[in-house]
């Protein structure tokens, strides 16, 4: 009898062990389970906890009519197929959770990440379906036409506008003074929002316009302080036209890039130009 007892015990405690799921990988500091490859599992909960108070990057690997028709805020839309050659709309220094439908293609553009060195990359568990069945919010782009109102266009135009403008002006201190900081950093961030404004143009049929702020037509400041100073206006000028413009335009994917952009240089360029412009650890920054 005690026997028995004693292999119905094992045989239990066994299959429980069998039972449970088996470790991929060392705990982050996030609370995210790493793989063994260095992506890091993560669940919708924690994603959105992350997306909502960090600064990081959050794409939706799934095609444009899947994510049309339905997908988390803030995520964006970078598809599968072509997510290799849009990497450089992304920053390889700020982590990026990736999104698809269940998990799969979030994986495999995860894998992407990670092979073209981008080293903070979460592959978010169970993806939108998880994220719908957890009760998070979804936004869906509805009956969306492929022409914008006069005002709206004239509006993306003078968006691409300040983006180049910006760029052009770093580009000349750069040139004059140097690889110095935050300028070498906010010049890059700006050449990637230039990418996040051109596939509007494309969707919506509007020509994009030649970019009128080539090199050397551009004045150069005398000084690194008088520079950072033009930079602290030039980001306040920026902030305050995203933000007229999102008091009219109704385009959801429009006012997603604006909104993003508008937080870089709210939340990014102004105060690293601010404390450049104080003299707190010249030719540092961040972009």
């Not at 709309?89 to 959770?97: F, G, H, I, Q, W």
């Not at 870089?264 to 920054?285: D, Y």
Request: aromatic share 8%; with cysteine; proline share 4%.
């Amino acid at each position: 009898m005690k026997i028995t007892i004693l292999f119905t015990l094992l045989f239990s405690i066994l299959a429980f062990s069998a039972c449970q799921p088996a470790s991929t990988g060392k705990m982050s500091n996030t609370g995210a389970k790493a793989s063994s490859n260095g992506i890091k599992q993560t669940t919708v909960e924690e994603a959105k906890t992350a997306v909502d108070g960090k600064d990081v990057q959050f794409i939706d690997v799934r095609t444009e009519a899947e994510y049309a028709g339905g997908h988390a805020p803030k995520a964006v839309n970078f598809p599968l197929d072509t997510l290799e050659k849009d990497l450089s709309r992304l920053d390889k220094n700020k982590p990026v959770y990736v999104i698809c439908q269940t998990g799969t293609r979030s994986q495999k553009g995860s894998e992407i990440l990670l092979k073209a060195g981008f080293t903070d990359v979460y592959n978010i568990g169970g993806g939108t379906s998880a994220w719908t069945q957890a009760g998070l919010p979804i936004e869906k782009f509805e009956n969306q036409t492929s022409k914008l109102d006069d005002r709206t266009r004239m509006a993306l135009l003078a968006a691409l506008a300040d983006e180049r403008r910006s760029e052009a002006e770093y580009e000349a201190v750069i040139a004059k003074f140097g690889d110095v900081r935050p300028f070498s950093n906010i010049v890059n961030a700006e050449k990637r929002h230039e990418t996040f404004l051109l596939p509007l143009f494309e969707k919506y049929t509007t020509e994009v316009p030649k970019n009128e702020f080539g090199k050397g037509k551009t004045p150069t400041p005398a000084t690194i302080a008088e520079a950072c100073q033009n930079g602290v206006t030039g980001e306040k000028v920026n902030i305050a036209l995203y933000k007229g413009f999102l008091e009219f335009v109704k385009e959801p994917d429009v006012r997603q890039v604006f909104e993003y952009l508008r937080d870089a240089s709210q939340n990014n360029h102004l105060p690293a130009f601010e404390r450049c412009g104080q003299g707190r650890g010249k030719g540092s920054g961040r972009g």
